[in-house]
């Protein structure tokens, strides 16, 4: 069983919603990642936090706004999102930001944006 | 230069066959190899993983062999078995976990 659990598994809004994922681990780990995940296709890193503090930002557009509350918990705050955008969001975490090698992955966000 | 290359895209054994996926990379600063199993409608999951100072690693039914040389590195799926049907990823990371970037991934089909 997975020890990173995102809520909500699915997820359908429209293009002008606001919603938020979220991701909860309590492994201890001090790294936490944001990627999106397209169909037949590897996932791609959004963000990384590193001890509570964004520390990569791809170039991901400003309507996903990361949060890091805590040590635990990770959230994506989605606004004005576009059909394009509809993909699996995961969550993952790792002992530190320099173990990106070793990630812990959750099962993943369906979003679909109409 | 970041890029990590796998083959073949897809591929289809027969229940007790080998299963073998090859990846290549260019970049002689990756330093840490790790192969992810990915389920559908599941997140990825670390399978095995390698660094480059050895030439072969074994878990269970799982096997990565890595040339250095060459630059390659294959996953071997020994005694292959239905529940295995999956899409693997390769990966390659630098010292400190930088630039850690994914294959674009095999999907495998085992036939009972």
């Given amino acids: ?3 990173v659990t995102q809520t909500p598994k699915h997820l359908v809004m429209g293009m002008t919603n606001k919603k938020s994922l979220k991701c909860e681990q309590h492994m201890g780990h001090r790294a936490m990642y944001w990627y999106k995940q397209k169909a037949k296709k590897p996932p791609e890193l959004m963000f990384v ?4 503090k964004l520390s990569i930002n791809e170039s991901v557009p400003s309507r996903f706004s990361p949060e890091c509350p805590n040590s635990s918990l990770l959230n994506l705050h989605l606004h004005a999102l576009q059909p394009e955008d509809s993909a699996l969001y995961l969550c993952a975490s790792s002992l530190r930001a320099r173990d990106t090698g070793e990630l812990f992955f959750g099962e993943g966000s369906r979003l679909t944006v109409l | ?8 895209q897809s591929l289809i054994v027969q229940k007790g066959g080998i299963s073998i996926i090859n990846c290549a990379y260019e970049n002689t600063a990756f330093d840490y190899f790790p192969w992810y199993q990915q389920f559908p409608g599941k997140g990825p999951a670390l399978l095995i993983a390698i660094r480059p100072d050895v030439s072969e690693k074994k878990e269970g039914r799982f096997t990565i062999s890595f040339n250095k040389s060459a630059k390659q590195f294959s996953l071997h799926i020994m005694d292959s078995q239905p529940g295995d049907s999956a899409t693997y990823f390769c990966a390659a990371s630098k ?3 930088q630039n850690f970037v994914f294959g674009p991934g095999t999907r495998l089909s085992v036939l009972p």
Avoid at chain 1, 49 to 52: C, D, I, K
Avoid at chain 2, 1 to 8: F, N
């Fill in chain 1, 49 to 52: 936090y590193s001890y509570e």
């Fill in chain 1, 1 to 3: 069983d997975t020890e």
């Fill in chain 2, 95 to 97: 010292p400190g976990g």
């Fill in chain 2, 1 to 8: 230069q970041q890029q990590v290359k796998q083959s073949p």
